[in-house]
Antibody, heavy 123, light 109 residues
Framework: QVQLQQWGAGLLKPSETLSLTCAVY????????WSWIRQPPGKGLEWIGE???????NYNPSLKSRVTISVDTSKNQFSLKLSSVTAADTAVYYC?????????????????WGKGTTVTVSS | SSELTQDPAVSVALGQTVRITCQGD??????ASWYQQKPGQAPVLVIY???NRPSGIPDRFSGSSSGNTASLTITGAQAEDEADYYC????????????FGGGTQLTVL
């Protein structure tokens, strides 16, 4: 069973770059979409983006100009960078493993999640 | 369209059956997945695909889909089922991005 361990800076100043990393343990690195999701305080989940083992990325259009997701297959890790943060980026950030498959009707789900990293943006 | 719509809050009496729904155009092409989130915890996948439960999820949780609406049903709700529930899918217009519903807060009375 895959396990995800995430880490990164928890306190940022406005205009800085958020940087988080998620390590994958106990399973194959290929065949998944490695995803980042965030949740502002008291609000719902927001999908940030994803990357597969070959480096192909998809991003939330509302964040695309500031987001970079990268992968290091030698370490079974993937990372999130979000530039020019503001207070609106304050949230709990989760990494997760996503699966997509199907033919005429598709399956999509995120079956393993990291524990979350609280990121606060404050001057 | 990539939006998924959920009722903000639903309540159910202990031991009764409750259905939580999720509407969106993408659900005509993708099965919804459903996540349970309790305060201070990461979301947990409870239903995916046509009606699949990950290991460890009680069989009182089930899923169904019709047209642009997906449903999560809890048959015989327990106190520990009180949580927020989110549906999730991918945009079906070819943009290759994912989306969550706004979440439904379930109260077990």
């Amino acid at each position: 069973q895959v396990q995800l361990q995430q880490w990164g800076a928890g306190l940022l100043k406005p205009s800085e770059t958020l940087s988080l990393t998620c390590a994958v343990y106990g399973g194959s690195f290929s065949g998944y979409y490695w995803s980042w999701i965030r949740q502002p305080p008291g609000k719902g989940l927001e999908w940030i983006g994803e990357i597969n083992h070959s480096g192909s990325t998809n991003y939330n259009p509302s964040l695309k100009s500031r987001v970079t997701i990268s992968v290091d297959t030698s370490k079974n890790q993937f990372s999130l960078k979000l530039s020019s943060v503001t207070a609106a980026d304050t949230a709990v950030y989760y990494c997760a493993s996503g699966r997509v498959f199907g033919k005429n009707y598709y399956y999509y789900y995120m079956d393993v999640w990291g524990k979350g990293t609280t990121v606060t943006v404050s001057s | 369209s990539s939006e998924l719509t959920q009722d903000p809050a639903v309540s159910v009496a202990l031991g009764q059956t409750v259905r939580i729904t999720c509407q969106g155009d993408s659900l005509r092409s993708y099965y919804a997945s459903w996540y349970q989130q309790k305060p201070g915890q990461a979301p947990v996948l409870v239903i995916y695909g046509k009606n699949n439960r990950p290991s460890g999820i009680p069989d009182r949780f089930s899923g169904s889909s019709s047209g642009n609406t997906a449903s999560l049903t809890i048959t015989g709700a327990q106190a520990e089922d009180e949580a927020d529930y989110y549906c999730n899918s991918r945009d079906s217009s070819g943009n290759h991005h994912a989306v969550f519903g706004g979440g439904t807060q379930l109260t077990v009375l």
